[in-house]
């Protein structure tokens, strides 16, 4: 990490650190667990106002099933689920849940280790040529631009095929050649390196090159250089929209709109199964649960796996300053103190975050590294979360940004 957040956040440490003592509680067999009660059953002030937010959220943000872990130190300062995951069926913090971007995470872990290991057969500055020389624009292009999305590569997300192809049905499986083929047959929306945009396109591709570099299938690669390493148990890679018990179902109303279901007419359907192969690179499309996703942002955070170059590579604020809006580029925008890209992680000034949207769940995992405090939320909506149109915000960020402002204040900057 550079030097500047580092200093930043240690002027905060000595209260958040008062705020959050490192405290584990009990997990009951159920996965269940009682907030606001340490070892000895004292109630605790900072559980009791975590829960405080958990329930206004429920309310204000029409909840349907939500599980929240606070840890500090690497120790449960409150883990707690609620609501349902289907009728009559509570959620519970041991259940399965696809984690979205946390892959873009590993990917760019796995890349600078790889890095880190082998300087003379892999360099971030390297061009995608050398792997991937098939990939147009590929000898422009460097293994850094994908891992930044300063490639300039279109996301194929957003192209008719995909945006409309995955609601109308939303169980193909897709693969990575496909989803690339999509992305690069579009025009660059710039140069490599000379703006910045969010594009799902990098990483398919460095997932492609990650097999190159390291020989092996991408979800071996994850087990060999995340999973294992980071000590996950509950994180997989699963090539099919299976989701091992117990799982956190998820249900939706997004289809409306496409399969022209009028406004005003209940739509609310299950989701938890749709295919997830559209999301990202074969072999990285994963489940998790709660714990597993706050340890990753915390292993990510401490940079335990790299090299202070490679750590400082990833999560430090480099591209602060860097980018700006384009026509005919929607993505396209400025990185700020408040907002930054790094290597497959989000700085939100000194929080180094990680988020997903997909399927109605939404969710949001963060690290404080000078406190050593994590914050995780995964959530389920209730058919009022959807709009007419079928759209609904991503719940999880909001209440991610309440728990940070009451345990840490005036750490997470305003965007």
Same mark, same amino acid.
């Given at each position: ?9 240690? @002027? ?103 890095? #880190? ?5 892999? @360099? ?41 192809? @995955?609601?109308? #049905? ?87 709109? #496409? ?28 489940? @998790? ?127």
């Amino acid at each position: 990490m550079s030097k500047n957040i580092c200093s930043a956040a240690r @002027t905060w440490a000595i209260r958040i650190f008062i705020l959050c003592p490192a405290v584990a509680f009990t997990i009951t067999p159920a996965g269940a667990q009682a907030a606001g009660s340490s070892e000895d059953g004292v109630q605790t002030p900072q559980a009791a106002a975590i829960q405080a937010i958990v329930d206004a959220a429920i309310k204000q943000d029409h909840i349907k099933g939500i599980i929240v872990q606070v840890r500090c130190g690497g120790k449960n300062l409150y883990l707690k689920a609620a609501g349902e995951s289907m009728t009559g069926v509570p959620v519970t913090t041991d259940m399965h849940f696809r984690n979205g971007a946390m892959a873009f995470t590993y990917m760019s872990t796995m890349l600078l280790e790889l890095v #880190d290991q082998h300087p003379e057969t892999v @360099t971030l500055n390297d061009k995608l040529s050398k792997f991937l020389p098939e990939i147009p624009g590929a000898s422009n292009v460097t293994l850094k631009n994908l891992a930044n999305m300063t490639s300039g590569y279109q996301d194929y997300v957003y192209q008719p095929e995909v945006l409309h192809g @995955t609601n109308l #049905d939303p169980f193909r499986q897709w693969t990575a050649e496909e989803l690339i083929q999509i992305g690069v047959a579009k025009p660059l929306w710039f140069d490599p390196g000379e703006n910045w945009a969010y594009s799902h396109t990098n990483y398919v591709i460095l997932g492609l090159a990650l097999e190159k570099i390291t020989g092996l299938p991408l979800a071996e690669a994850m087990q060999k250089y995340i999973f294992g390493p980071m000590g996950l148990r509950q994180t997989q890679s699963i090539a099919t929209p299976q989701i091992p018990p117990p799982v956190m179902h998820s249900f939706s109303s997004e289809r409306r709109v #496409d399969l022209q279901i009028p406004p005003d007419a209940p739509f609310y359907e299950e989701a938890t199964f749709w295919n997830p192969s559209w999301t990202t690179a074969e072999g990285s499309v994963q489940i @998790t649960d709660i714990t597993d996703m706050s340890k990753s942002m915390e292993i990510v955070g401490e940079g335990s796996l790299l090299s202070p170059q490679s750590y400082a590579a990833q999560v430090g604020p480099n591209l602060v300053g860097f980018g700006h809006k384009q026509d005919g580029c929607d993505p396209c925008r400025e990185n700020t103190a408040a907002f930054n890209y790094g290597l497959g992680v989000a700085n939100l000034g000194p929080w180094i975050t990680q988020s997903k949207s997909f399927a109605g769940s939404g969710g949001s995992v963060g690290y404080l590294p000078a406190a050593r405090l994590t914050i995780s939320v995964v959530a389920t909506y209730t058919p009022e979360a959807f709009d007419n149109k079928g759209d609904y915000p991503n719940a999880s960020q909001p209440i991610f940004a309440s728990l940070a402002n009451a345990l840490a204040p005036h750490t997470l900057p305003s965007q």
